[in-house]
């Protein structure tokens, strides 16, 4: 089945700095890869999303980039904001239809 | 986006009882929901696919017979805790998607379950 890993674990940036966060996939006939964002004790909530025919996708502070050859895909946060603190899951839908998630970032932003 | 509504939000019980929790896609309808668990700091465990009128997909590992999974509409999934244990205790979220060949996956707000 599908191995999704995602790094880092913790990311402490200040408040204003971008934040990267990456992950890695196995199956090369995934096709989705959406981004979550959890604050303590409530849903994942969508963010971004990137389909396999793109490369790059881009929403104000947010951003995604898919390197399908080297299976790997990035979230990347501008202007960075207190707000921004929270639990960032990435994604992957491939051969079935269910999502295999990340283990999770927990971002905290630093005012 | 799509609303997805989970009912209860928490509940405690004693051990050894069952526990029904209920998942609705309120503005759209839903061949398929997905039954995720969710423990203390770690990521959302895939638990059982649950497909309108037909038997549930369960992962392996998840004990069919333990936790029922009924989709009896399209808009509505049970999941049923049965004879519950503290090890049971954790955050049961479900979600589902507009199409699901499409991918886009809408959470409900989950349910913390607490078995004592």
């Known amino acids: 089945g599908e191995n999704v890993e995602q790094h880092p674990s913790t990311l402490s940036v200040q408040e204003g700095d971008s934040a990267v966060i990456k992950c890695t996939y196995s199956?090369?006939?995934?096709?989705?890869f959406p981004w979550y964002k959890q604050e303590l004790g409530k849903r994942p909530q969508l963010i971004i999303d990137i389909r396999s025919n793109v490369g790059e996708k881009k929403d104000q502070r947010i951003a995604v980039t898919l390197n399908k050859t080297a299976k790997h895909f990035s979230l990347h946060i501008t202007e960075t904001q207190p707000e921004d603190s929270a639990v960032y899951f990435c994604a992957t839908r491939g051969s079935a239809r269910q999502l295999t998630f990340g283990s999770g970032t927990q971002l905290t932003v630093l005012p | 986006g799509a609303v997805v509504s989970q009912h209860p939000s928490w509940v405690i019980c004693k051990s050894g009882t069952s526990v029904k929790i209920e998942c609705r896609s309120l503005d759209f309808q839903a061949t398929t929901m997905f039954w995720y668990r969710q423990f203390p700091k770690q990521s959302l465990m895939l638990m059982a696919t649950s497909n309108e009128g037909s038997k549930a997909t369960y992962e392996q590992g998840v004990e069919k017979d333990k936790f029922l999974i009924n989709h009896a509409s399209l808009t509505l999934s049970t999941l049923t805790v049965t004879s519950a244990h503290p090890e049971d205790s954790s955050f049961y979220i479900c979600s589902a998607g507009l199409a699901p060949s499409q991918g886009t996956q809408y959470f409900g707000p989950g349910t913390r379950l607490l078995v004592l």
């Open positions: 199956d090369s006939a995934s096709n989705y």
